[in-house]
C-alpha cells in the first residue's frame, strides 16, 4: 500500500501528451491550449477615448473651446485639435492629435452652439491610451491554459481564430459485477443497478472527455477480458470499476496483466478507495477502482481528473477554499488519509454529512465538497480552518 501523494505523483508522472489540434474558435471552450499565443497588434490598437466628453489640449481647460467635429466609435478623426478647440467624442472612439485629455459631457456647460466651458475643478485624461493592455508581440495566453470564456474573448481580440489545442483523451468505461444490471432494469433479488458507469461517463465529459461506455462485464475472466480487450484497443484511458480488491471474483488486475498491462499501484492509503489500480502498457492506461459508488467518484476527483488534464497538457489546480471546522471531527483508525463529503453553511462554516460509508453515493446529493484528514491525524478540532476541495 502506497500513500495518496506517491500515487497521484505515479499517475501524474506517467502520463503522455495525446497530441494537438486545430479547431474553431466556437469550439475551443474548454480546451487547452497547445501553444504560446502572442498578439499581432497592440491593444487597444488607437488612443481610445474611455468616456463620453470632449476631447481638448489641458492647457485650454480655462477657456470656451470651439467643438470642430464629432468623433463616433468607429470614426477616425479628420481634424487635428488646435488651441482652443475640442472634438465631441463617445466612448471609445479615436482621440484626435493634439488633444491629451477628454472631459466628461457631466462637467461642461455649453453657453452657445458649437461651443463648450469646462465647469469642474479637475478631470483625469480619461484615455485608454495605445498598447497599455497588450502590445504586439506579447504573450497574451500560454500553453496548457484551460481555455474559460474570457479565454476565447482574449483570442477573438487577437484575431485567433483557430487556435492549437491538445486533442481530447478517448476514455472507455467498464463495469464489472455479476449483481449489476442496466439502470433501466429492475433488479432481481440479489441485484442493483450500475450506477458506477453512469457517473464516471459524466465526470469524465464534463472534463470534455470522449466517452464509451462498453456496459457491465461478469465476474469472470472470459467476460471482464472480453470487454477490456475491446475498451483497450479503442481508447487511450480505460477505467474499470469493481473488481480490483482481493475477493474471490476480483478478477481485474489479473486480467489487466494479461493483457499487458503494467501495474504500477494496486493500494493506495486512503478512505474511501482502497484498493484502487493504476497501470500502463505503450498505448493505454487502465484504472481500477473499487465497486462502491463513493470509491469511484472520490478516487476519479482526485486522482483521475488531474491524470486526464495533464493528457492534455493542463496543470490542473484544485478548487479548494479554507472555512473553519463547525464540529470537531474525530477517527480511530488514522493508517489512511480519508475524505469526507461537506456543506458549507450559511454561517460560513463546514460541516460533515452523514456519510454511511463508501456505498452511500446519496450523500453527495447535497454536497459543496470534499475534506480530507492526513495519515496519522486522529482529531481535527472545531474551528480548525480546513480544506474544503469545492465539487
Same mark, same amino acid.
Given at each position: ?5 506517491? /500515487? @497521484?505523483?505515479?499517475? @501524474? ?46 492647457? *485650454? ?10 468623433? +463616433?466609435?468607429?470614426?477616425? +478623426? ?76 482574449? $483570442? ?15 476514455? #472507455? ?27 464516471? /461517463?459524466?465526470?469524465?465529459?464534463? @472534463? ?19 470487454? $477490456? ?10 477505467? &474499470? ?8 471474483? *476480483? $478478477?481485474?488486475? #489479473? ?35 473499487? #465497486? ?13 481528473? +488531474? ?19 463547525? /464540529? ?13 463529503? &461537506? ?23 447535497? /454536497? ?24
Amino acid at each position: 500500500m502506497i500513500s495518496f501523494e506517491k /500515487a @497521484l505523483d505515479i499517475v @501524474l508522472s506517467s502520463a503522455r501528451p495525446v497530441g494537438t489540434e486545430r479547431v474553431d474558435l466556437t469550439d475551443a471552450a474548454n480546451r487547452v491550449l497547445a501553444d504560446d499565443v502572442k498578439a499581432d497588434m497592440d491593444m487597444p490598437p488607437f488612443n481610445k477615448s474611455a468616456m463620453d466628453g470632449y476631447a481638448c489640449r489641458r492647457a *485650454d481647460l480655462a477657456a470656451t473651446l470651439t467643438v470642430v467635429e464629432t468623433i +463616433p466609435a468607429g470614426f477616425t +478623426p479628420t481634424k487635428q485639435i488646435g488651441p482652443d478647440q475640442c472634438a465631441k467624442i463617445m466612448t471609445g472612439g479615436v482621440v484626435p492629435q493634439g488633444a491629451n485629455c477628454v472631459v466628461m459631457k457631466e462637467y461642461v456647460e455649453t453657453p452657445a452652439d458649437s461651443t463648450i466651458r469646462f465647469v469642474g475643478k479637475e478631470t483625469a485624461d480619461n484615455i485608454c491610451r495605445r498598447g497599455e493592455d497588450i502590445k504586439v508581440g506579447d504573450i497574451v495566453l500560454y500553453k496548457g491554459t484551460l481555455l474559460k470564456p474570457q479565454h476565447i474573448a482574449v $483570442l477573438a481580440s487577437i484575431g485567433y481564430t483557430r487556435p492549437k489545442v491538445s486533442k481530447i483523451p478517448k476514455v #472507455g468505461i467498464v463495469a464489472t459485477g455479476s449483481e449489476l444490471v442496466d439502470p433501466a432494469s429492475k433488479p432481481q433479488p440479489s441485484q442493483i443497478r450500475n450506477s458506477n458507469s453512469a457517473q464516471l /461517463a459524466a465526470q469524465a465529459r464534463s @472534463l470534455g472527455a470522449d466517452v464509451t461506455d462498453y456496459g457491465i462485464a461478469l465476474d469472470t475472466e472470459d467476460g471482464i477480458d472480453d470487454m $477490456l480487450k475491446e475498451a483497450i484497443a479503442h481508447n487511450d484511458v480505460v477505467i &474499470v470499476s469493481g473488481g480490483v480488491s482481493v475477493g474471490d471474483f *476480483d $478478477l481485474v488486475p #489479473g486480467v489487466l496483466r494479461d493483457n499487458g498491462i503494467k501495474l504500477l499501484f494496486e493500494s493506495v492509503a486512503v478512505k474511501p478507495g482502497k484498493p484502487s489500480v493504476f497501470g500502463v502498457s505503450e498505448k493505454v492506461y487502465c484504472f481500477g477502482l473499487p #465497486g462502491n459508488p463513493m470509491s469511484t467518484f472520490v478516487q476519479f476527483e482526485i486522482l483521475i481528473k +488531474p491524470f486526464l488534464y495533464k493528457l492534455m497538457g493542463h496543470d490542473y489546480k484544485y478548487h479548494d477554499v479554507r472555512m473553519p471546522l463547525e /464540529a470537531t471531527v474525530r477517527r480511530k483508525k488514522t493508517d489512511r488519509k480519508v475524505w469526507f463529503p &461537506v456543506v458549507l453553511t450559511a454561517g460560513g462554516a463546514v460541516k460533515l454529512i452523514e456519510y454511511h460509508g463508501s456505498a452511500h453515493i446519496s450523500s453527495l446529493n447535497c /454536497a459543496d465538497g470534499l475534506i480530507s484528514v492526513d495519515v496519522g491525524v486522529a482529531e481535527v478540532e472545531k474551528g480548525t480552518n480546513v480544506a474544503v476541495r469545492l465539487i
